[in-house]
Nanobody, 121 residues
Framework: QVRLVESGGGVVQAGGSLRLSCVGS????????MAWYRQCPGKQRELVAS???????NYAESVEGRFTISRDNAKNTAYLQMNSLRPEDTAVYYCNARRLSTTGRTLNDYWGQGTQVTVSS
């Protein structure tokens, strides 16, 4: 059974920092694109940041310059360092691992259970 387990969420004041971690039990996780999504109540899940198997990163405009995604393939772990947090960053954050074929077709797509991040003003 494939599992992605997030940790590191919590309550922080505006301007503070949190570091989310996502540990995967997926074999060959180094071949996957890892991503963090978030979802606020009543809203659609949105992409926050992603990192490919070769380390290319992509960020939502709203977090550019404040959040940093990274990965440690030896530990099967992806991270999201979140600095200068704002109340609007409050959401459930989900880890995603996705493997694509050479033609871009999704081969595997896994999600974690989510971790709550609350930023107080």
């Amino acid at each position: 059974q494939v599992r992605l387990v997030e940790s590191g969420g919590g309550v922080v004041q505006a301007g503070g920092s949190l570091r989310l971690s996502c540990v995967g039990s997926v074999s060959g996780l180094s071949l996957y694109t890892m991503a963090w999504y978030r979802q606020c109540p009543g809203k659609q899940r949105e992409l926050v940041a992603s990192i490919t198997s070769v380390g290319n990163t992509n960020y939502a405009e709203s977090v550019e310059g404040r959040f940093t995604i990274s990965r440690d393939n030896a530990k099967n772990t992806a991270y999201l360092q979140m600095n200068s947090l704002r109340p609007e960053d409050t959401a459930v954050y989900y880890c995603n691992a996705r493997r694509l074929s050479t033609t871009g077709r999704t081969l595997n797509d896994y999600w974690g259970q989510g971790t709550q991040v609350t930023v107080s003003s």
